[in-house]
Structures are given as C-alpha cells and as structure tokens.
C-alpha cells in the first residue's frame, strides 16, 4: 500500500506546453506539500496545503498552479512549460507528529 | 526564514567507518528532520527530533537546541549507507504546515 503516490513518474515535454502532475495519500494527514529539486539536487517547498487551503506560496511563478480537490490530493499543473521547469517534483504529506512522508517523485523534463 | 547549513557536502570512507554529518539552522524550531535519499531517488525520513538523541539501528542523530545544531552519525558504515543525507527544519519558527527548508545534502560514499 503506497502511502503517498505521484503519477507519472517521469514526463518528457515540449517547451510551452501544459501538464499536469497528481499526487495522492491515503494516510489522513491534513497537510499536504509539493517540493522542488533541482539539477543539484537541492529541495526546495513551492507550496503548502492544509485541508485544502493554500499555506505557503513560495515565490512560484503563477505559471504553476496546484489544485487540491479533497485533502488526499494536490495535483499540480504547469502551463508553458520552460526549460527551466526540467526538476524532480516530490509531493509529500504531514502527519499530526510532523513527520513528513514523500512520495516517489516525478522527474520532469523540458526539450 | 529559517536557514540550514550542512557539512560535509561530499563524504567518501571506507566500510566501518564512524560517520558524523553536521547541520546547523539559524532560527529555533519545533523539531529538525534528518532524511536519506538513495540514488533511486525516493526520500525517507530517517529521524525527526526536537531534543536530546535519538537511534535507530546504527544510525543516531542528536540535537542542541540552545546552539541551534544537530549531527548525524553512522556506527559501523557499510556500503548501503551510501546516499545522500539531507538535513531539514520548518521555514519558519512556529512550523506547523508552512513546510520545510532543506540544507543541500551530504553526498556520502561508502567504500567496501
């Protein structure tokens, strides 16, 4: 039983094209987030979800739009994708205890 | 904002070997989030602490909450210790569903 999944695991585009990238737990938590990592390898938070609020924007270009349809899921889409959108895209979940759980990730890349 | 520095960024040695990885933050938190991910790629939380020690195995990781530091070691490394470790604390001092900041992760090798 996969406790926090991200569908697809890779996605191959375009410049300026649109997708979409979903994530589900099945764990009950609350709070939900989607994390960046880059070409080196550093994580960085995008946004924060608490029962399908948005928290935390953090400085994403508005091309970038998370949607939260119930608080098992926080998809996020992308319009006119960018090279610079290629990235490892994690979604991860908060326990009451804090302890976060991540999904498998989801390695973007833009041609 | 909390910021996170993390050292050593590489770190090469040989099986059974002590292993310390550091990590300091700049602002006091809730609790700090040490983290491993394999070459795979997946992410798992290791350790989630907010004082004193705590083990898991060979693995242990402390806290000094006045100095705003924290350490990581491995007793007895084997090559599947190889990963890379990432030290975490909450963006801001109250936590809670604001999400984490990361360090930029120590790359560690462990050669049989």
């Known amino acids: 039983d996969t406790a926090v999944s991200q569908t697809p695991k890779y996605l191959v585009t375009q410049m300026g094209n649109d997708k979409s990238i979903k994530c589900e737990q099945n764990?009950?938590?609350?709070?939900m987030y989607w994390y960046k990592q880059d070409s080196k390898k550093f994580l960085k938070i995008m946004f924060s979800?608490?029962?399908?609020?948005?928290?935390i924007n953090e400085t994403v270009p508005n091309r970038f739009s998370p949607k939260s349809p119930d608080k098992a899921h926080l998809n996020l889409h992308i319009n006119s994708l960018e090279l610079g959108d290629s990235a490892v895209y994690f979604c991860?979940?908060?326990?009451?205890?804090?302890?976060?759980?991540f999904g498998p990730g989801t390695r973007l890349t833009v041609l | 904002k909390n910021e996170v520095e993390q050292s050593p960024q590489n770190l090469t040695a040989q099986e059974g070997e002590f292993i310390t990885i550091n990590c300091s933050y700049s602002?006091?938190?809730?609790?700090l989030h040490w983290l491993q991910q394999h070459p795979g790629g997946g992410i798992v939380s290791l350790f989630m602490?907010?004082?004193g020690k705590k083990k898991h195995g060979r693995l242990i990781a402390t806290i000094n909450i006045q100095e705003k530091h924290s350490s990581l070691h491995i007793t007895a490394s084997h090559p599947r210790d190889s990963a890379v470790y990432i030290c975490?604390?909450?963006?801001?001092?109250?936590?809670?569903?604001?999400?984490?900041?990361f360090g930029k992760g120590t790359h560690l090798i462990i050669q049989p």
């Open positions: 975490a604390v909450p963006m801001y001092s109250g936590g809670g569903a604001d999400g984490l900041t």
């Open positions: 979800y608490n029962n399908k609020e948005l928290i």
């Open positions: 602490l907010s004082s």
């Open positions: 602002v006091g938190i809730s609790a």
């Open positions: 991860a979940s908060r326990s009451d205890g804090d302890t976060q759980y």
């Open positions: 764990l009950g938590h609350d709070t």
